[in-house]
């Protein structure tokens, strides 16, 4: 349990805050961007939604930081590979997260106008290098460390 919580942290925190720096370097504001992952939920209602759905964005947010850590932690205890390699198993379940986020859960959830590929390059790279670094390998991490 302390694994998956701390991974958890780790990661929706990592995450989370690249996200913020990114998106605001390119003109979005904190609120607007929290607003943004409750639109998975909400719709595009999520935008009039004020700090209500901001803060629904920070409880997704980190919910999906819970189901990966979760995921990985299941993924340890039966892929003997997995739990040996933290580097390379971390990277892998950084990318294929990321992919499954995109692929799966974005296009099947509420989120206006998804796109995949990205169309801004900058946008697909920040977002596969802060999952491969940001996430999978905290996760990763804390599986070994607890």
Excluded: E
């Excluded at 390379?88 to 379940?93: A, M, P, R, T, V």
């Amino acid at each position: 349990m302390r694994a998956i919580l701390t991974g958890a942290l780790l990661a929706g925190v990592l995450d989370l805050a690249d996200a913020l720096v990114f998106f605001s370097n390119r003109g979005a504001r904190p609120v607007r961007i929290l607003q943004s992952i409750a639109s998975g939920v909400q719709g595009v209602s999520a935008y009039r939604g004020g700090v209500s759905s901001a803060v629904l964005g920070i409880a997704l947010h980190f919910g999906v930081a819970l189901v990966a850590a979760l995921g990985y932690a299941i993924l340890c205890r039966n892929v003997r590979w997995v739990k040996r390699n933290l580097v390379q198993g971390g990277l892998l379940y950084g990318l294929g997260f990321y992919l499954f986020m995109n692929l799966v859960v974005l296009p099947l959830s509420a989120f206006p106008g998804h796109i995949w590929p990205p169309v801004v390059t900058s946008v697909f790279l920040n977002g596969v290098l802060a999952h491969l670094f940001l996430v999978g390998l905290p996760i990763a991490w804390a599986a070994r460390r607890f």
